[in-house]
């Protein structure tokens, strides 16, 4: 009983991720009690010892250092500001959902991964749930930007981009399991995410989607052949530019956000635009670093500081006020909020999992394997481009899911890794 709620629990995190508000976060406490059931009944030497392995080691930081890095710089400057640990516990409470799966918790005799049905259900049916949610319960307070009712667009905006590309890699390495209805449906979503996605007003996440498509063919290329790569990624961009086309408004952004970053002047006062602020921001929030390395600003006690002469010199008052809700990026905003140690957090994050990612992917040890390795290569890549130009964990529902999908992902990497080692030592 216990396992089909921890199972379900699962299926329906990206299901209801940006569709029912506050699920997420009660998805994960409910996930975390049962985790703390499962690692109870463990033998404590033998996690002991699994524990201490590098790729463990790896996976704990990540999920860790966000809280030390809070505690670290807080503790530093003498400082305590109790908002700020609210998205790093998040992924602190992750720790035992990972410890969990790691450990076998959700293995049966033939039982499917929970990846696996991310990449060919949960995914695609979570797109279907997002249109249904925007049509029917659509934000309000965005002007012109289409989003769900308590989904700020450039998150939707970005995650409906992401679960396109997580189906795409479900059919890439499950086609063959997938029945003619799965497929029909999982290709069907990807059209539907990529114009949930288009069509939000914003572009947020967009930057990355080169890399990933270059990812994409050559990971086709190998798994089948280069005349199959080609004909894919050639259909994707057919896709995409025929959305594109009947959707102007996006296209004209992002030729508008070419001419803002041209624009950009370094010792002139700049016009307040998106990019132009953006980059400003960044100017700003890497002095800022340079200044306080070891013990971080916290929130605002930068601005007292904004008002210097090399700020006002390319940067309007507007400007030099706005990144009290972040510096729209979310390796500076950590780093201006916790100095070093949040510049520590940042890299384990993107770093830790990209590397855990390749190494998955170089292994070849099951199709199931090499498919959960491919999403978190998709995930982290999607997730590092998105956050050059918003704070990706700044609200407790986005911490709470990459740090979930981030431990179950690297949990049953890890578990079918162990489960290869187990039956060659036998």
Known sequence: MLKIIFNTGLILLPVFFLSVKHATNIILFSLVITSLV??????REKLY????????????????????AIAISQTLRQEYYPNNWDSPLRFFLC???????SQGCLSGKNSRTISEIWLCWSTPIAIFVMLISRIYYPAKN?????????VDPLTFCSYALLFSLLSISGLIYFNKKMSKFNILFSLISIVVGLYLSISSGARTGWLGLPLIIIIFWYTLKTKFNIKKANVFILILLMILGVLIYYDSKFLNKLLLALQQFSSYKLNELNVDTSVGMRLSFYRMGIQYFIERPWYGWGDLSWMY???RAEFIKYASEFTRGSPKHGFHN????????SGIWGLMSSTCLFAGVTYLA??????RISVEHSAISFALLIVIVHLFFTGLTTEITNLTFLSAFIGSIISVLLGEQIYLEEKLSLHAKI
């Open 49 to 68: 010892v699994k524990f201490t392995r590098k790729n463990y080691l790896i996976v704990i930081l990540i999920l860790v250092f966000p809280v030390l």
């Open 38 to 43: 499962f690692i109870n009944k463990i033998y």
């Open 305 to 307: 500081y904004m008002n």
């Open 358 to 363: 390749i190494r998955g992917i170089c292994m």
């Open 95 to 101: 720790l035992p959902i990972f410890f969990a799966i």
């Open 142 to 150: 965005w002007g012109e930007y289409l989003t769900t009712y308590f």
């Open 330 to 337: 979310e390796i500076i905003t950590s780093c201006v909020r």
